[in-house]
């Protein structure tokens, strides 16, 4: 029997990081950075200014205050957005808004609260020092800088700085594509009549949204029947073309564990049992002679949905170019005690709140409305046989949760 350990770092040998492409700067959100970006501009791109005020020349404003105020003709105006090179005579001022290109000469802005907003002449307040009020060009960013760096998942701040710097595409690995399959002549798909002996498909759907929670694509979802040849057909070309291929069912020691039967017949795909509950049987490796890799999952919702957290997720943060170790786990207090499985480990489906776990409801592989209620597993290691309340225990969020406030 493998640890979970064990079994996790098998999964991940099946993958690298996908081939760099590059996309245009807004559809990048979500992906992660193959390569470092520099800026082509420098930000800002030319000295401006940081007020709606009046471009002076510091050293004519010497002593200036509301009791002694300097009175200087006013020259001009300059809005945000004009591209006109202005000078600025001496003894003069010119108006200016926030943004707009400094006048030559300018070494200052006083603010149009420290003045009394004269357009034809002004009185100056504010004996101001050089650079009172003035953006000068490159103070934030330089051309040639680096700005984002290689393995960056990117978010709208990271897309504004992008643009700005005048970056029109971004190296990026492309969102992986993943195709869901449900196994199992039983199942049935939401909204359907139910006959004898028939259940509702939930795990295809509860697959699909995790993929789309883990940032990833959902490439072509699937329900197999428990025939050979259907199974075969998987193998020889998945649908969707995808990066990876997860299924669910069809992996115990069943009779009529058709999944099992033909992925493991060619030796592509090893099926292996893990000390870990829920989830014991679980089964990875390549189909076919296109090499695509494949996790298969248990079919009791709660097994697939906590085999997905702790070896589907991983897998697809390395295929993303991210690092499949930062998972965002944490630690938490445990409210109460529970019982657990000695020489397994416990993914125990709990709530969190304020630093304190507590299990979200009863516990067993089929129970869905624990599932349902929780925010995390809790992580409780093989060696551990009760866990006892104050204990800390390490917690894995859950896809598509926000951790609570406290």
């Known amino acids: 029997m493998r640890t979970l350990e064990e079994h996790r770092a098998a999964v991940l040998a099946l993958v690298s990081p996908l081939p760099a492409t590059r996309v245009p700067v807004a559809a990048a959100l979500g992906l992660v950075l193959a390569q470092d970006v520099t800026a082509l501009v420098d930000l800002p791109g030319f000295d401006n200014s940081a007020m709606d005020g009046y471009a002076v020349r510091a050293s004519e404003l010497a002593g200036a205050s509301s009791e002694n105020p300097v009175v200087l003709p006013v020259s001009g105006d300059i809005a945000a957005g004009d591209t006109t090179r202005h000078v600025l005579a001496a003894g003069h001022t010119m108006r200016i808004m926030t943004g707009a290109p400094l006048p030559e000469g300018c070494d200052a802005v006083v603010p149009v609260e420290l003045t009394d907003g004269g357009s034809r002449e002004v009185a100056l307040f504010l004996d101001p020092d050089v650079g009172r009020h003035v953006r000068r060009r490159g103070e934030d960013i330089t051309a040639g800088s680096v700005v984002l760096r290689a393995g960056t998942r990117l978010t709208p701040g990271h897309l504004a700085i ?43 759907v509860m697959l699909r949204a995790l993929v789309e929670a883990a940032g990833a694509e959902v490439a ?74 494949v996790i298969t999952l248990p079919g009791n919702p709660v097994s697939s949905f906590a085999s997905f957290h702790v070896f589907v997720l991983p897998v697809l943060r390395r295929l993303a170019g991210l690092d499949p170790d930062d998972d965002g786990s944490f630690e938490a207090e445990a409210s109460v005690g529970w019982p657990t499985v000695a020489g397994k480990v416990e993914l125990t489906r709990v709530t969190e709140r304020a630093g304190r776990i507590s299990p979200s409801g009863g516990q067993g592989s089929h129970v869905l409305g624990a599932l349902a209620a929780a925010t995390a597993l809790a992580v409780v290691p093989a060696d551990v046989e009760h866990v006892t309340a104050g204990s800390l225990v390490r917690c894995l969020p859950l896809l598509g949760q926000d951790r609570p406030r406290d």
Do not use: C, W
């Not at 795909?269 to 829920?278: G, L, N, W």
């Open 162 to 204: 992008a643009a700005a710097a005048n970056v029109a595409e971004l190296p990026v690995h492309p969102r992986p594509r993943v195709t869901v399959v449900s196994t199992g002549d039983e199942l049935v798909a939401p909204g359907s009549t139910l006959a004898h002996g028939q259940i509702v498909d939930s795990n295809h």
């Open 220 to 293: 072509a979802g699937v329900h197999l029947r428990d025939e050979v040849e259907a199974v075969r057909a998987l193998v020889d070309a998945p649908p969707g073309s995808p990066d990876l291929v997860i299924t669910s069912g069809g992996v115990s020691m069943g009779v009529y564990d058709t999944v099992k039967e033909v992925l493991s017949a060619d030796g592509g795909v090893e099926f292996v049992k893990v000390a870990m509950r829920p989830g014991m049987p679980q089964g990875s490796g390549l189909l076919g002679a296109h090499r695509t890799p």
